[in-house]
């Protein structure tokens, strides 16, 4: 299978937020990539949504909505555009999405954005270098500039893999031997 990109890798990770401590891509711009109404994208998503648990996906309070706004000053289309706060899909959800919207294209932009995400982590992996570096200029500066270090680190440090349970977990127990 040839290795044919239709998206360049540049695109994708203009569209990755570092919010709640993770990397995200909101639902309007996997909208955008996929080329469907970002209505349909929510809608496949509610439908499915025990798909979605919060490691997967979350919607964005009016807070974070406010920083991210202020943060990466979105233009005016997308501000005025918003009329129901933004779904957040870590790595994850993203993935998982391929699934929900199940299209060609879908399966298509999410192996691209999945493999971003993979050189993004390669590259912050691979600059041990960098971060020694950010320490030693943390330790000059003062603290206004702490919450630059701090998302600096944040953006260095690889996701930790969550175990995975085996079997199943009873909610309740049941009598099935009494009477009705």
């Known amino acids: 299978m040839k290795n044919t990109s239709i998206l360049p890798a540049e695109i ?3 569209k990755i937020y570092f919010i709640r ?3 995200v891509m909101l ?3 996997l909208a955008e990539l996929y080329n469907i109404p970002t209505k349909n994208l929510k809608r496949a998503v509610k439908r499915n949504i ?3 648990p919060e490691d997967f996906m979350f919607v964005l309070n009016k807070e974070e909505l406010k920083n991210w706004r202020c943060q990466f000053g979105t233009s005016n289309s997308i501000k005025m555009g918003l009329r129901y706060q933004p779904m957040a899909f870590t790595e994850q959800g993203i993935a998982m999405l391929s699934s929900v919207l199940n299209s060609g294209r879908a399966i298509c932009v999410n192996i691209e954005i999945m493999r971003t995400f993979v050189k993004i982590r390669e590259f912050i992996a691979s600059h041990d270098d960098l971060v020694k570096k950010l320490e030693e ?3 000059k500066y003062d603290s206004r500039f702490r919450i630059v270090f701090e998302t600096l680190r944040e953006l260095t440090k690889l996701p930790e893999k969550e ?3 085996i079997g199943f977990l009873v909610k309740e127990k049941r ?3 009494k009477a009705h």
Do not use: A, M, V
């Open 163 to 165: 175990k995975k349970h």
């Open 21 to 23: 401590n993770q990397k």
């Open 27 to 29: 639902d309007f711009d």
């Open 12 to 14: 994708i990770e203009k």
């Open 137 to 139: 200029l943390e330790k």
């Open 50 to 52: 025990s798909r979605f």
């Open 175 to 177: 009598n099935y031997y």
